[in-house]
């Protein structure tokens, strides 16, 4: 195994109790901790009594600082990638310097942690032994397109979605999977004013339109399509007997 020079650590997605013993000692141990947020993630490690030089690593940068961090991690440097909450690499930056690490023979280690879609799956009530995480649907091109492929899913499916949209979201998703459909709404996970709604996409989407205000990070959750496939009939006597006039047809129409 190579000598592992980038860490991936969960952080806490509410509650700051939640970072592991683990984490805490790779964030002190490594050189340079990368982050969405410098801001966020210095107060997390201030919480903790770490002192450690921040590197900005996000959405709109990581193209450019790949190279960069490349040469670094290359030379032997520790580096520990963070998001503002939560994974990094689920719905947030991280992918690209994994993969661009793993292709130079580099170490990567990722730390099991916090991540909502776990804790909200599970609050939902809805089968966990089979689901597909499809993080945020596109802003706008290709949405209805996914929506009207994961119609007939029958895995329960777990979106994620901000305060401003997901009343929007919520009424396509009742639009093309059906207002009837099972659903659950969860908000400010592990926070204090953490909140999970159960209902029919309908019935959400009604009330979180009726709300003057929504915060926090959202997680939709949706039941599967149990409806079974219709089948296909079983052909009738009379049937049989059309297809088998058809093939005798067939034959004396042969040379």
């Not at 929506?147 to 919520?170: C, D, G, N």
Request: hydrophobic share 40%; aromatic share 4%; proline share 7%.
């Amino acid at each position: 195994m190579p000598h592992t020079v980038l860490y991936l650590v969960p952080t806490p997605i509410g509650n700051l109790e939640d970072i592991t013993l683990r984490a805490i000692r790779i964030l002190g141990e490594v050189g340079t901790v990368l982050c969405e947020d410098t801001r966020t993630s210095g107060r997390l490690l201030q919480h903790l009594g770490l002192k450690k030089p921040l590197l900005s690593y996000h959405l709109h940068n990581e193209h450019q600082q790949v190279p960069r961090l490349l040469a670094r991690l290359t030379a032997g440097e520790t580096m520990a990638l963070v998001s503002d909450a939560g994974t990094p690499g689920i719905s947030d930056p991280g992918f690209l310097l994994v993969r661009e690490c793993l292709a130079r023979g580099l170490g990567v280690e990722c730390l099991p942690g916090p991540t909502a879609l776990v804790p909200a799956l599970l609050k939902s009530g809805f089968g966990a032994e089979r689901f597909t995480f499809e993080g945020f649907l596109p802003v706008k091109k290709g949405r209805q397109t996914r929506l009207q492929e994961l119609a007939t899913e029958t895995r329960t499916m777990i979106f994620y979605e901000s305060p401003h949209r997901i009343v929007k979201t919520l009424g396509q998703l009742a639009e093309v999977l059906g207002p009837q459909r099972p659903a659950s709404v969860s908000r400010e996970l592990t926070k204090l004013f953490e909140e999970t709604v159960t209902g029919t996409l309908a019935s959400l989407e009604a009330d979180f339109a009726a709300r003057a205000t929504i915060k926090g990070e959202i997680v939709v959750v949706v039941e599967g399509n149990l409806t079974p496939p219709p089948r296909a009939p079983r052909p009738g006597r009379a049937d049989r007997h059309s297809r088998a006039a058809d093939a005798d047809d067939d034959l004396d129409g042969e040379d």
